[in-house]
C-alpha cells in the first residue's frame, strides 16, 4: 500500500533547481520564510503530497470548502538555477513517517536533478532575542566556509541536541545521495510564530540564491506580532501592579 | 498482509448510489445519525468490515454471543438513487488506520459508483445548545451554495480546526478521486451522547434526499438524555445548597 | 518481512484437535489454567513462536540462560480428539499485532484441522470473590445452551466493555473462518494472580473435555497467595490501629 | 520499502569473527566498552546503518557538519579471531524496530560466518556501586561454567526483568540461528554514565579475548564524573546545613 500519494498539477521542465524547505516547527520560522519566498516570487504550485503519516484530517477554508492536509511543492524559474519550494501543513507524525516522507521529497527532488538544498528552521533558545543570528548546519565542510561569508555562524556546540525533522532529515538523507545541503536556522524564542526570525533566514538565502526579496509582509506581521506580545505583557504587568496594590497594608 | 477483512453478506445491484458515513465521534450524532436512518429505512446490511486497525476486541451481545467489531455497510433502493450508510464500533485507532480504512471504504463506494457523499458528524462547542445548528463543510464551492438552500451554514472560521476523522477524510480523500462530498456537523455540548443534533443533521439530509423521516425513536432518546442530564443538574444542585447551609454561622 | 517466528520442535499428526488458549491477561487466570493443564496431561511442547509484536526482551532462566519472550504450542492426544494448548510469556503488544497473533495461531490451528476452541481467562470484578462463578462467552448461541449445562453463567451485559485481547480475538476471527468457540472467565477481584478463578475455570473444561485433573498444585499455589494476602491485610490493620492509638487525646 | 540502510565503506575479509555489541542503555556500559575497545585496538570502520527505527535527526558535529544518527561496525583483525565491533547513537524507538533491527546486525554477522558473540551493557541496580562486579546471561548452559571461570557472576534469579533492547535480542534472535552468545553487564547505579562498570566489562573481555587493553583513558573518564559527582553531593550537603541553620531558634 503506497502511503504517500502524489498529484501533480503540472510536471514542469527545471534546469538544475535548488530545493528550499520550510515545513512547520520551532516558531514556524521556515514555513514562514519559505512561504513568503514563494510569495513574493509568485512560485507556481505543481504538486501536492498528501500521506498516511500526516494527521487524519481536513482543513475548512473560508467559504467552507475542504483541503485535505499535505505537503506541496511549487518551482521558480530562474536564470542561473531554477527553485523548488517545499512547503506544507505538517511535518510525518511518527519516526517512520519522518524518514518515509523525506526520502519521498528527495526521490522527486533527484528526479529533476536536485544537486543542492536548503532547508530552513528556527533554532529555539528559550529566550526573547534581540539581534537574531542565523545559525547553520551543512552536509560537508566546505560548505561551512562558505556560509560564513554570508554571515551564517556555526557556534561551537550549537545546536547540542542536533536538528530534528524534515530539515535534519533532508539534509542527512540527502548527504547519503551525494546531494550538498545546508540549514538555516533563524535564532527565535520558540514562543510565538516569528517573522523577524524567518525574514534574517531569508536575507541569507536571497544573497545566497542572489534574489533581492520585499519584507514588507513579514514587517507588517512581525509588527502585528509585537503588538499582540506587546500587549499581552501589558496585561501581565497590571496584574502584577494589582497584586502589589492589593498587598499593601490598609491605612485608615 | 491483508489489514482489511470484507465480509459481504450480499453483493446487490445499486442504481448512482450515494454513500452516508456515520461512525462516532463528538457526541456520538453521525453514528446515531446513521443508526436512525438505517433503522426508519429498513435498510439491509450487506457487508462487513473487520480490521487490524480497530481494538483487538469482541463485544458480548445479549444471549453472550460475541460479535468482532466492525465498520457495516447497509444498502436501502430508492426511486432517485440508492443509498449506501456506514456505520461502525469503531474508527481506525491510528493516523494511518484512518487513511486505510477511509480508502478502503472508497475502494468500495467507486466500485458502486458512488459519485456523491454525505459524512454525518457532531461539531463540539463546549457549550449548552439552544437552538442546534448545522455547519457544513464540502469538497466544491457550488456545493455551499446548494447547500445552504437546506439552511446548512458555513460561518466563517469554523470548525477551525477542521475536521478529524473519516467525516474528514472520506471528504479529502474522496475529493482526490473526483467525488463531491459533503460534512454535515450537527452542534452539541460533546459532553452526552446527543440525539438532538443527530435529528438536526437528519432533518436537513432527508431534504437533501428528498424522503421524510420519523424522529419518534430519536425524540424518545433525547428525553431519556434530558431526564438524566437534569437529574444530574438537580443532584449538583442539591450539593451546592447543601454547602451553603454548612457555610452558615451557627447561631445559638 | 515476516514479523512472526515459527520454531517447530516437532509436526505431530494430531485428531480433530481442540485449542486451548491461555495467555496473560486478568489476575493471570487463563495462563494459570492452561499451564496447569500442560503438567497434569503432561502435555508436550511441538511449536515456539516469537514475534516482533512481543517486547524486545530475553528473559533469564535460574542457571543464566536466557530464552526469548514467546507464545509456545502444546500438544495431548487423547481418545475422543486431541487437544492442542497455547501459553506464552505475552500478547501482542499493539492493537496490530494482536490481530497478526491471532491470525497466524488461527492459520496454525486450521492446518491441524481444529474447529473448536476454547479461550480460557479472567473476569475482573474489582471486588473480593467469595464463590468463584465461571462466565461464558461464545460465537454460536447453541455452544450457550451447551455451556450452561456445565455451569457456565451468562448474565446479562456482563462482561459490558467486551473481551479485549486474545481471548476475545482468537472467537472473533475464528468464527470468521467456521470455527466454533467458548472463552471461559473465571471471576477475580483483579488485585493478584488468581489459582482460584484459574481452577473454577479448569473444574469446567474438565468435564466438557471429559477429563479428570488433580488440582493439588493449585490448590497450594492458591494457599500461598491467601497467605501473603492476609498477611498484608494484617499488616495494613496494624498500621490503622497504630494510627488511631495515635489519635487519641493525652490524658495526664 | 527498505527502512534499514547499509552503507558499506569497505568490505572486509574477516577469518571467524566474533561480533561485540555496545548500544547506548542504562549507565551508557556498553558503549562506553565498545568505543574503548575500537579507540584501543584502532579497529575500522566499514559499514554505517542507517534505519526509519531510529530517532529523526542528525547530530552537529563540531564544525558545523551534520551526520544523521545511524548504527556503525568496525572491524579488528587478530590472530586467533576477528573481531566485529557494533557501536551507535541509538537503539531502535519501538519494539518491532528493535527486532528489525537486530535481525539485520544478525544477517550481516551471519553473512561474515559469525557464530559467537558478547553483548555489553550495564546492570542498573539504583544503588552506588562499591565494587562493580560483572553480571553474564548466555545462550547455552556450557557458557556459563565457561564464563564463570573469567569471574562472571551468576546470580539466582538476577537480572530479574530479564535483558531489553539489542544486549538481550542479539542473544535471543542468535540462538534461534545457533550461534552462542554471552552478555556481559556491568553492575551500575544507572545514575551517571559509568566508565568504572565499563571498565570492568571490558576486563572481562580482554581476558576472554587474550587482548591487553590500556585503561588509563577510561580512568580519566571515570576521574571527571567522580568529581561532577562529587561536586554534586557537595552542592548537596550544604543546601542541607543551610537548612538546618535556618531552623535553628533564634537566640537574642
Redesign the interface.
Known amino acids: 500500500?503506497n502511503?504517500i500519494?502524489l498529484?501533480y498539477l503540472e510536471k514542469p521542465e527545471l534546469s538544475s533547481p535548488i530545493l528550499i524547505e520550510g515545513l512547520p516547527g520551532v516558531g514556524n520560522v521556515g514555513k514562514l520564510a519559505a512561504e513568503h519566498l514563494i510569495e513574493e516570487l509568485c512560485a507556481k504550485k505543481f504538486l501536492e503530497i498528501?500521506s498516511?503519516?500526516?494527521?487524519?484530517?481536513?482543513?475548512?477554508e473560508?467559504?467552507?470548502?475542504?483541503?485535505?492536509?499535505s505537503n506541496e511543492m511549487y518551482y521558480h524559474k530562474m536564470p542561473k538555477g531554477d527553485l523548488i519550494i517545499l512547503v506544507g501543513d505538517y511535518q510525518?507524525?511518527t519516526?517512520?513517517g519522518?524518514?518515509?516522507l523525506?526520502s519521498a521529497i528527495l526521490d522527486i527532488a533527484e528526479g529533476y536533478g536536485v544537486k543542492e538544498l536548503y532547508t530552513l528552521g528556527g533554532y529555539g533558545t528559550g529566550n526573547v532575542i534581540e539581534k537574531c543570528r542565523v545559525i547553520?548546519?551543512?552536509?560537508?565542510?566546505d560548505l561551512?566556509e562558505k556560509m560564513q561569508k554570508y554571515n551564517v555562524e556555526?557556534p561551537?556546540?550549537?545546536?547540542?541536541t542536533?536538528?530534528?525533522?524534515?530539515s535534519?532529515?533532508l539534509?542527512?538523507?540527502g548527504?547519503?545521495r551525494g546531494m550538498e545541503g545546508v540549514?538555516l536556522m533563524g535564532e527565535t524564542s520558540g514562543y510565538f510564530v516569528d517573522p523577524k526570525a524567518a525574514q534574517a533566514v531569508l536575507e541569507v538565502l536571497q544573497n545566497i540564491l542572489g534574489i533581492k526579496l520585499d519584507f514588507s509582509r513579514l514587517e507588517m506581521r512581525a509588527a502585528q506580532i509585537d503588538k499582540i506580545t506587546s500587549q499581552l505583557q501589558r496585561i501581565e504587568d497590571e496584574i502584577k501592579e494589582e497584586h502589589k496594590r492589593e498587598d499593601l497594608p490598609y491605612i485608615g
Chains 1, 2, 3, 4 share one sequence.
Do not use: W
Open positions: 500500500m502511503k500519494i498529484q498528501y498516511y503519516h500526516f494527521p487524519p484530517q481536513v482543513l475548512v473560508d467559504g467552507g470548502v475542504v483541503r485535505l492536509v510525518g507524525l519516526p517512520e519522518q524518514y518515509e523525506s547553520g548546519a551543512t552536509t560537508h565542510p561551512v556555526f561551537r556546540g550549537e545546536p547540542n542536533g536538528i530534528v525533522g524534515a535534519g532529515l539534509l542527512g538523507l548527504k547519503l540549514c
